[in-house]
Nanobody, 121 residues
Framework: QVQLVESGGGLVQPGGSLRLSCVAS????????MRWYRQAPGKQRELVAH???????NYADSVKGRFTISRDNAENTVFLQMNSLKPEDTAVYYC???????????????WGQGTQVTVSS
């Protein structure tokens, strides 16, 4: 069983920065892709940023140039550095990972519990 635990959310003023972290823990697993999603009140969950195991990244147009996703494969951790935050970035941010059980040809998806990011003056 794999668990994803996020941290780093909070309240920040417009133009400020936050850094989210997500650690995958468990036994006998190998993580492939890691992503950050967000969901604002009354809106659908949307993909914010994506990073492959090889380090290739992709971003939503709304965050390009402001957010940076990175990962530490040795620690099974993914980060989201968020700069120049705007009120419209306010949402619950969720960590996602997919991967497989070592020794098996399976495919598993994992979600974190979410962390609130509020951008307000």
């Amino acid at each position: 069983q794999v668990q994803l635990v996020e941290s780093g959310g909070g309240l920040v003023q417009p133009g400020g920065s936050l850094r989210l972290s997500c650690v995958a823990s468990g036994t006998s697993f190998r993580i492939n892709d890691m992503r950050w999603y967000r969901q604002a009140p009354g809106k659908q969950r949307e993909l914010v940023a994506h990073i492959t195991s090889g380090g290739n990244t992709n971003y939503a147009d709304s965050v390009k140039g402001r957010f940076t996703i990175s990962r530490d494969n040795a620690e099974n951790t993914v980060f989201l550095q968020m700069n120049s935050l705007k009120p419209e970035d306010t949402a619950v941010y969720y960590c996602y990972a997919d991967g497989r059980t070592i020794g098996r040809y399976d495919f598993n998806e994992y979600w974190g519990q979410g962390t609130q990011v509020t951008v307000s003056s």
